[in-house]
T-cell receptor
């Protein structure tokens, strides 16, 4: 089993749609959680951190469920510019620090 | 500099040659990471430095790959006797402190082995 698993995608949605991505992680010692965005042939960039209480940044909402070892990202009112690959990222300390990236979920938003 | 700087941005090399990829992290960032990404694939972890030491080298794919970091700053990833399967973009990233803090990526070094 992969340490971080994401929905395979791709997701094809119309503009204005709401779309949700899921991510599960296998190590209960995981401490920090993030969503990164990667545009085609570009480097990943931080979209938002994920906090235990859940957090929102404009049209984006991230949630964490430690009991189920599950992270989600919700995008409301999708824009064409949201088209990208979304990477789930988990950091943990198991005697040595480790940051693990999921394989990513591709999103295509169409007019 | 303001961001993570990598060089060269593009490199085409012949199979069997050695290549060196350089990363200059954000000033003050103590942690430095190397990842590899093949076209259309996810990020593959290679190695992580905290200061000049590498507590996690588990991702280096073979003994042809090595990396060092000097002065707690610049890092070099060396690939010896390159193979065609080494073709990928090599991404360097840095963070302040250990993993758990935001990681900032460079634009990558695109390596093509012909």
């Amino acid at each position: 089993r992969k340490e971080v698993e994401q929905d395979p995608g791709p997701f094809n949605v119309p503009e204005g749609a709401t779309v949700a991505f899921n991510c599960t992680y296998s190590n209960s010692a995981s401490q920090s959680f993030f969503w990164y965005r990667q545009d085609c042939r570009k480097e990943p960039k931080l979209l938002m951190s994920v906090y235990s209480s859940g957090n929102e940044d404009g049209r984006f909402t991230a949630q964490l469920n430690r009991a189920s070892q599950y992270i989600s990202l919700l995008i409301r009112d999708s824009k064409l510019s949201d088209s990208a690959t979304y990477l789930c990222v988990v950091s943990l300390n198991t005697g040595g620090f480790k940051t693990i990236f999921g394989a990513g979920t591709r999103l295509f938003v169409k007019a | 500099g303001a961001g993570v700087s990598q060089s060269p941005s593009n490199k085409v090399t012949e199979k069997g040659k050695d290549v060196e990829l350089r990363c200059d992290p954000i000033s003050g960032h103590t942690a430095l990471y190397w990842y590899r990404q093949s076209l259309g694939q996810g990020l593959e972890f290679l190695i992580y430095f905290q200061g000049n030491s590498a507590p996690d080298k588990s991702g280096l794919p073979s003994d042809r790959f090595s990396a060092e970091r000097t002065g707690g700053s610049v890092s070099t990833l060396t690939i010896q006797r390159t193979q065609q399967e080494d073709s990928a973009v090599y991404l360097c990233a840095s963070s302040f402190g250990p993993p758990g803090n935001t990681i900032y990526f460079g634009e990558g070094s695109w390596l093509t082995v012909v």
